[in-house]
Every structure is written in C-alpha cells, then in structure tokens.
C-alpha cells in the first residue's frame, strides 16, 4: 500500500512543478538512457529522442493509467554488439542490423500482448519461471563483466592507471549515493557517478572539447531509417541474438508493473492490464527501432523517484518525455556527452552490470528457489555455463550464440523435465 500521493495519476500540477518534477524524472533516466548507445555504438541525440517518443506512446496505450518511463534497455548491449558489431572507434559497424532485431521485438511484444488479451496472463508466467528468467539476467550482467573493466581500465588495449582513476571515482560515487543518500540523490546514482566522474576526468586532463567545438548549438539528431540509411534485410541470425531476450525484459516489465502498482496503490495488471502495458512497451520499441533508437523497457530508476516524491501524475511523466525530445536536439549538449571519456562510462558500467547480476541472485532469493531440487540445479547450471561461456550452435549461416542460445535452452529444459511446478501466482 503506498503513502498518500502528493499528486495522483491524473492531479495536473502547476507549471513550476510541472518544470521541476518533470526535469527530476529526465535526470533520474538521463544516465542509463545515453549510456546503452555510448556502450553500443548508437547516437545518445537518437536514443534520447527515442525514450521521449516511446514513453508518450506508452501513455497513450496505457490510457494515461500508467506514469511510467521508457527509457534504453540493458538487456540488449550484448545481443546489439553481436549483430551490429563495432570498429575501432567504438562506433557500430551495421546498426541497422541491430534496428531490425529490435524491430522484431517489438513485434513480439505485440504478438504477446495480443495473446494475453485473448487467453490471460498465466501461461506466460509459467513459461518463464524464476528458474529460467534468473539466471538468463545473471548472464547477461556477468557476460558483460570484461567489456566493463576493459573499458574502465585499458586505452588502445593498455593498462592506463590515469584513466582507471577517474573509473573508480566515478564508481564510488554512484555507490556513496546509491547506498549513503537516502533522499531524491540515492534515485540517480549513475548520472551523479557520470558527472562527478567527469569532473574529475577535467581536472586530470583526459576530456578532449574538440567534438564540442566543433558541434552547431541545434542539429538534428542522426536518424537510422530503413530502406534508406540500410538495407532492410531480415536474417535468422538477427533475430535469434536479439528475440530470445524478451524472455527477460517481459518478465523485468511484469515485475515493474508489480512494484509500481504498490508504490501508486492500483492493480495494474487488471488495469489498464499486462496486455496494454506490454503492447505500449512494444509499440515504444518498434518506433524507437524504426529511426533509429535502442530498445526500451520501463524504467526502475524512475519507479524509484514515484516512490520517494510520492508523485504520481501522468503529466510529470509526459513533461519528462517532451524534455527529452527537446533536448535531444541541442547540438552542443550532445555533443559534451561525446566528450565522457570511456573510462568513465567503464566505472559506472562496473556498477551497473554488477547490479543486473545481483538482481537475478536477488530474483532465487525472493522466489525461494530450492537448489536441493536437481531440477532447478541442473536448469540454473546450464544456463549459466552456456551464456557466459559463449557457446554457440551454427546451422549453415544462421548462428545461435551466447546469452539467445542459453535463454531457449532454459525455457526448454523448464518444459521438459520433470516435476514442474504447474501452479502460478495470482496477481488479481
């Protein structure tokens, strides 16, 4: 049950908060949303237009019964990196392969959505169990744990101990705010780490301005349409790096519908309904895909400033997204994003991978996963084994690698062996 609303759902606020509280949500995103296109080789300028685009289409399918934000997906950094590739600038190689993948997925949550609205939610929830869903995001935060630190502390792929410092200041910044700080501060950690870590990083001399000199005060963000900036060709190989980690951002999306439901006291599950809620992310998505942008999921670090602010309005949140949308458009500002030196980004994503890890042990604890069972040993084992391990299985051109290959292998060792629990928890 949460504590009276300051602001409820639909409670319009005055033009000031309006200004302050939709700029609050806008930092608390900001971070993570610019950093999965800095780690993946994308535009932050798109992906912060994008997070805008997706979070007002979510609003609307969700009939303004939702204040949630979209923002970049974790989930897909890996999956992204395999199938666009990166050179030596760090930059994507074939972007628009990776805009396909997340095209399809957003077609999937759509397919998903449907399917829900026609048979209920109960099938899903017992095709992605914890003991498949857990250790799939286990995987993906320690699958990603050697492009952090090597992004933290080597330079051209040499120890640099000048930029390592400035990765483990703004590491044990995100953590001081994160763990010490317990008011609006502890909701925005990593873009607290990124901008002290950044003032650091001046003060030793590893900031080069040159791109902001360079850059015009407004400019268009660099749009990725198919048809025109890529060929539009489908490939088993994108779709089977990419699709299978629905089986975790669908099952971060139920949870987050659960957790928001208690801060803002509303069943969302029956209303506005999973099957809304899901199709708004996948919509979100789609479009993002189709110009240019990452995939999206609802945001927990926004869910987190709902509960401490115990504001709940919709428009805050449409304020936030429209924020996005505009800046996305100052040419210099991006433009100061291209300067965080990627030692920096490899100290807050020492975090933050290290978290998404975290939560999938956190997900066995909460569930009370029994690992005396075989059952659940021998799905969790394997899993973890072929995700970070990196095995793959080829069929001619089509490739099945990593994470995608450990997730399907998971849903089909839950269905197959024996002593599955059929009963699922009722959220009505």
Do not use: C
Not at 66 to 73: D, F, H, I, N, R
Not at 183 to 197: F, R, T, W, Y
């Amino acid at each position: 049950m949460s504590s009276k609303a300051v602001l409820d759902i639909n409670d319009k606020p005055s033009a000031v908060q309006l200004v302050t509280l939709s700029l609050q949500h806008l930092f608390a995103m900001f971070g993570s949303t610019i950093l999965v296109p800095t780690l993946v080789g994308l535009e932050p300028s798109i992906a912060l237009l994008t997070s805008g685009i997706a979070t007002i289409i979510f609003l609307l399918i969700t009939q303004f019964k939702v204040p949630a934000y979209l923002g970049s997906s974790f989930a897909f950094i890996s999956p992204i990196i395999t199938v666009a590739g990166l050179d030596a600038s760090g930059m994507a190689i074939n972007p628009g392969n990776a805009m396909i993948g997340a095209m399809a997925v957003g077609v999937v949550y759509a397919i998903v959505a449907l399917l829900i609205r026609m048979t209920g939610y109960k099938w899903l929830m017992a095709l992605l169990p914890p003991i498949v869903v857990a250790p799939v995001i286990i995987v993906i935060g320690l699958g990603l744990a050697g492009t952090a630190v090597d992004m933290a502390m080597n330079v051209n792929g040499e120890y640099n101990g000048l930029h390592f410092s400035a990765a483990l200041v703004t590491l044990f910044t995100a953590i001081i705010f994160n763990v010490y700080f317990k008011n609006i501060l502890s909701a925005m950690p990593i873009l607290l780490g990124l901008v002290v870590g950044y003032l650091y990083s001046l003060a030793i001399g590893i900031v080069n301005f040159a791109p902001v000199k360079e850059a015009s005060w407004f400019a268009l963000p660099k749009f990725l349409i198919p048809g025109v900036d890529y060929d539009f060709t489908i490939t088993g190989t994108i779709l089977l790096a990419m699709v299978p980690v629905v089986i975790v951002t669908i099952s971060e999306h139920i949870g987050h519908q659960l957790v928001l439901g208690k801060v803002v006291n509303r069943n969302y599950v029956k209303d506005p309904g999973l099957d809304r809620s899901l199709l708004g992310d996948g919509l979100g998505t789609l479009v993002s895909a189709l110009i240019g942008g990452p995939p999206k999921t609802t945001y927990g670090e926004n869910i987190g400033v709902l509960a401490i602010t115990r504001v709940y309005s919709v428009y805050v949140i449409f304020g936030a997204a429209v924020a996005a949308i505009i800046i996305s458009f100052f040419g210099k500002a991006m433009a100061i994003i291209s300067t965080i030196p990627v030692s920096v980004l490899g100290g807050i994503s020492i975090l933050l991978f290290g978290i998404i890890a975290s939560s999938g042990l956190r997900m066995f604890v909460d569930n009370n996963v029994d690992f005396g069972n075989n059952r659940n040993m021998v799905i969790a084992s394997v899993i973890l084994v072929i995700g970070i391990g990196g095995a793959k299985v080829e069929f001619g051109s089509l490739v099945v690698s990593g994470m995608a290959l450990a997730a399907i292998i998971g849903v089909l060792l839950n269905l197959i062996l024996p002593g599955r629990d059929k009963t699922v928890e009722d959220f009505d």
